[in-house]
């Protein structure tokens, strides 16, 4: 949890109660105040060598409940009030017999607040005396004591931040409700420190209005089709109003688009009845592929009369295979196809081939005899 951190409000612009820090205080800082107070106990011995081990222990715990209480209040005047009771605590149990190691421990509380961490994706705002000193990036730098200060850490990487607009009408008022994502960064830390008070919340309202806005300049069945082109839209509307502030917009994506339940019903139905006016002309096109070939096969039948008797008899024998069963067919139909002859001549061939094959069979049972 990051106390020194505003929440953001996305409704009420109302600004928080924060506390203003002034450098970053953390394993760096406690390593040198541990290297001061190791001198202060080095001095201490030299100079005093007759102080009892218990007092210097005393004391050194002292500097260290210092050095946990700027870790969670990284102010200046936080240690300039540490200083104060240390000195005070030397003075009122020790007397100056512990100057040496109190010394010590002043410079080190100021020196470990002095010296600043920066990670490789952060850069942070410098202030000397209220005003605008630079930009400095990652790596290490020390800060004057009490003159300077961080302003403002900034992370220089790309955020994703979510924002909605709700209960919001179309150009063709439809009240709709839709979440939205954009992608950011700071490509100028400086202006977005200086420009504007809180960059993060400015960005989200902003966005937010150009949701709204493009909302209102569509219709649904816009919306509903064409989510990449309005997150485009916002894009562009976005990055102008934000550019100034050293913040750019990457992309922005519509997320999900709620309506009215029964606005929803409705648009379900219109939906199946395009869906079945498609079917319908689709099964049409078929009816007139098919027609286009039974013409074609009866051209080619009404020149070949066996032929068409052939693909009737095929016709009733697929029909019997496939349900199995007995199919009543009348006489006059059995008279067109002249059966009688086409079965006749179906069998004489039949028994041909059978003739055939027995001759054969014959003609090798008598070659291997010989």
């Not at 924002?163 to 400086?190: N, R």
């Not at 066996?306 to 199919?327: D, F, K, V």
């Not at 055939?356 to 070659?367: H, L």
């Amino acid at each position: 949890m990051n106390i020194y951190r505003k929440k953001i409000n996305r409704i009420m612009n109302s600004p928080a109660f924060t506390l203003k820090t002034d450098f970053r205080y953390g394993a760096v800082s406690f390593l040198l105040l541990a290297l001061c107070m190791a001198l202060g106990v080095w001095l201490q011995s030299v100079v005093f060598p007759y102080i009892a081990i218990k007092a210097i222990l005393q004391f050194s715990l002292a500097i260290i409940c210092s050095g946990l209480i700027l870790a969670f209040f990284p102010m200046w005047a936080t240690s300039i009030i540490l200083i104060i009771f240390l000195w005070l605590y030397v003075l009122g149990s020790f007397g100056l017999a512990l100057y040496p190691m109190a010394i010590c421990a002043s410079l080190g509380l100021l020196l470990s607040s002095s010296i600043q961490l920066i990670y490789q994706w952060d850069k942070v705002i410098v202030l000397r005396l209220g005003k605008f000193r630079k930009v400095h990036g990652s790596g290490l730098f020390f800060l004057i004591p009490i003159v300077d200060r961080i302003a403002e850490s900034i992370d220089m990487r790309i955020r994703a931040t979510d924002f909605s607009a709700e209960k919001t009408l179309t150009s063709d008022t439809v009240p709709v409700h839709v979440d939205a994502l954009a992608f950011w960064m700071i490509w100028d830390a400086k202006k977005a420190v200086l420009e504007v008070e809180d960059y993060t919340e400015a960005v989200i309202l902003s966005a937010q209005t150009a949701l709204r806005d493009s909302i209102g300049k569509h219709e649904l069945s816009s919306l509903l089709s064409e989510r990449e082109e309005l997150g485009k839209e916002i894009q562009t509307a976005l990055d102008t109003k934000i550019n100034p502030w050293g913040v750019s917009i990457l992309s922005v994506e519509i997320t999900d688009i709620i309506i009215p339940k029964e606005l929803e019903n409705s648009l379900s139905k219109q939906a199946q009845a395009e869906r079945e006016k498609q079917s319908r002309v689709i099964l049409g096109a078929a009816e007139v592929e098919i027609a286009k070939k039974f013409t074609e096969a009866a051209a080619v039948y009404a020149n070949d009369p066996i032929a068409l008797q052939l693909r009737s008899m095929n016709m009733i024998y697929e029909g019997i295979r496939e349900n199995n069963s007995m199919m009543l067919i009348p006489a006059s139909i059995l008279d067109h196809m002249d059966m009688g002859s086409v079965l006749g001549t179906a069998a004489l061939q039949k028994i041909q081939e059978t003739k055939e094959q027995s001759n054969k069979k014959a003609e090798g049972v008598a070659n291997d005899q010989r």
